[in-house]
């Protein structure tokens, strides 16, 4: 059973910058699209982006483009979001979950996914 942990959440002044990062504990992880969502409080989860297995392949949603940078190293298992310009409005839960069977293309935000992390919080103050 692949488990995910994320971390690198924090509290950030807006216009800041944090880096998560999403493990896996097993290497099964380079054979799978990853996909990072978040949920603010009160609202349903949403997409943000995802990677390709190799990271050849990324795509985001249009309100963090230009501002958040999803990337990630196989040899250790592991996934980032670099997340740079930050707004009150990015505050929230952010998941990382995978799917040896999705593909990281502009619907990823629609699909199922098998596993989940725990999520870890950023919170960006107005």
């Known amino acids: 059973q692949l488990q995910l942990v994320e971390s690198g959440g924090g509290l950030v002044q807006p216009g800041g910058s944090l880096r998560l990062s999403c493990v896996a504990s097993?290497?099964?992880?380079?054979?799978?699209?990853v996909v990072w969502f978040r949920q603010a409080p009160g609202k349903e989860r949403e997409a943000v982006s995802c990677i390709s297995m190799s990271g050849a392949r990324t795509n985001y949603v249009d309100r963090v483009k230009g501002r958040f940078t999803v990337s990630r190293d196989n040899t250790k298992n592991e996934v980032y979001l670099q997340m740079n310009s930050l707004k009150p409005e990015d505050t929230g839960v952010y998941f990382c979950g995978a799917d040896v069977m999705r593909v990281c293309d502009p619907y990823f935000g629609t699909y199922d996914y098998d596993y989940w992390g725990q999520g870890t919080q950023v919170t960006v103050p107005s």
């Open positions: 097993m290497n099964t992880l380079e054979y799978s699209t």
